[in-house]
């Protein structure tokens, strides 16, 4: 995965609805359901289950589908960053704390996003533990 | 082998959802009937936990179970994108209001099918063929009249409580 992002072409935040799968490696079933998953429970980032389960699911994985990176986190991604940029308060922060350590890693890997609309990430927040 | 979960709520939203978990697991993984999770906290519709992986969304798991990723119909697009709002309205008036494409030329078991059947149900079950049916209903008509559908359908009824529509005075 190291040499994946290594040699990934980091997509213009623009240019998302442009990506395919052909930009990644091949899913398992189980990767591709996860993926199918994400990608409509993005659209409907109005109801808190939605963003709970993205983040209950990143408590386990580096990208949306597992330990690979798909389409699926470009979709997802495009989605969440307007939302999780107005997260400022320490609950919302520890609530979605591994939507915002994914948020972080896609737009430092595989998406260029310009300077003033990047989620700022402050390593400093003092996030209560979490009960899970 | 995984174990599928009902939707416990008294929507047709989960009407829709128990169908199309109910008609996938008929069609495509007999072994396992869908069941009421006893962890009243879980919402996971979907779990396998030798291999720790669970779902949540029904469109997912029809997916999954049937192997089959596509939408080259777009009747699924269709689905999350017109009918998914009407059902999370819980209102069978709204579904019968959109104008559904007859997406398909026959009734076939895939997972487009499952899923567009199971969302526009509350709207067409009631639905009775004439000369002047739509070719939507006559096609939802055809995929009820499957065996591993009716099936599907009877063991979904007996697993949702649907709320009684208010009175509207």
Redesign the interface.
Same mark, same amino acid.
């Given at each position: 995965m190291a040499d994946f992002i290594t040699n990934f072409s980091k997509l213009s935040f623009a240019d998302i609805s442009k990506a395919d799968d052909s930009h990644f490696a091949d899913l398992t079933?189980?990767q591709?359901?996860?993926s199918?998953?994400f990608q &409509?429970?993005s659209?409907r980032l109005d109801e808190p289950?939605s963003l709970e389960?993205l983040n209950s699911n990143l408590r &386990?994985k580096t990208f949306v589908a597992g330990n690979v990176a798909s389409k699926a986190d470009l979709v997802v991604f495009e989605k969440v960053l307007p939302v999780a940029s107005k997260w400022t308060a320490v609950e919302d922060l520890a609530k979605y704390r591994h939507i915002i350590r994914w948020v972080d890693l896609i737009q430092n890997t595989l998406v260029e996003v310009p300077e003033g609309d990047k989620l700022k990430v402050n390593n400093d927040v003092e996030l209560p533990r979490e009960v899970k | 082998m995984s174990a599928l979960y009902a939707s416990k709520k008294s929507t047709l939203e989960a009407l829709a959802t128990n169908l199309k978990l109910s008609i996938a697991s008929s069609a495509f993984q007999k072994q396992v009937s869908v069941s009421v999770n006893e962890d009243a906290d879980s919402?996971a519709l979907l779990v396998d936990k030798k291999?720790?992986?669970e779902?949540?969304?029904p469109?997912?798991?029809v997916?999954?179970l049937s192997?089959d990723?596509t939408d080259a119909s777009g009747a699924i697009a269709f689905e999350?994108?017109q009918l998914y709002p009407a059902l999370k309205a819980n209102s069978a008036d709204k579904i019968s209001q959109i104008a559904t494409p007859a997406y398909f030329e026959k009734a076939e078991i895939t997972a487009a099918q499952i899923i567009l059947f199971s969302a526009l149900y509350p709207a067409l079950k009631d639905s009775k063929s004439t000369s002047e049916t739509t070719e939507i209903a006559k096609w939802f008509q055809d995929f009820a009249s499957i065996e591993v559908v009716q099936s599907g359908i009877k063991h979904a009824l007996s697993i949702t409580t649907l709320e009684r529509p208010k009175a509207v005075n």
């Open positions: 079933n189980e591709k359901a996860l199918s998953q &409509t429970l659209a289950e389960s &386990t | 919402t291999a720790g992986f779902l949540s969304e469109n997912a798991v997916k999954y192997s990723f999350e994108s």
